[in-house]
């Protein structure tokens, strides 16, 4: 695994059932935070990975990384990414 936390923007479709969408990602573990456009979603890597079915996920430095939307909420979501990640130095 190649983070063991996740941080997501999910960013809803207009007149998304955000809570069917906040309850499919509790389901599988993460946590969700409501936003003016969509959630912020948190959890162990490990739980994103299976819930994403993405193989290993993982910020990348200066660049946001898209993830795949989950068949089950594409007539919700717009997009899903990880924030690019800040340079350490």
Request: some cysteine; aromatic content about 6%; overall charge negative.
């Amino acid at each position: 695994m190649a983070t063991d936390f996740l941080q997501a923007m999910v960013i809803l479709r207009p007149n998304a059932d955000a809570d069917e969408v906040r309850r499919w990602f509790e389901s599988r573990g993460l946590s969700v935070m409501p936003m003016e456009n969509g959630m912020l979603l948190t959890g162990p890597g490990a739980l994103a990975e299976q819930a994403f079915g993405a193989g290993e996920i993982a910020p990348m430095c200066g660049v946001e990384r898209p993830l795949p939307i989950p068949a089950d909420l594409r007539d919700h979501i717009e997009s899903i990414a990880i924030p690019s990640r800040r340079s350490t130095y």
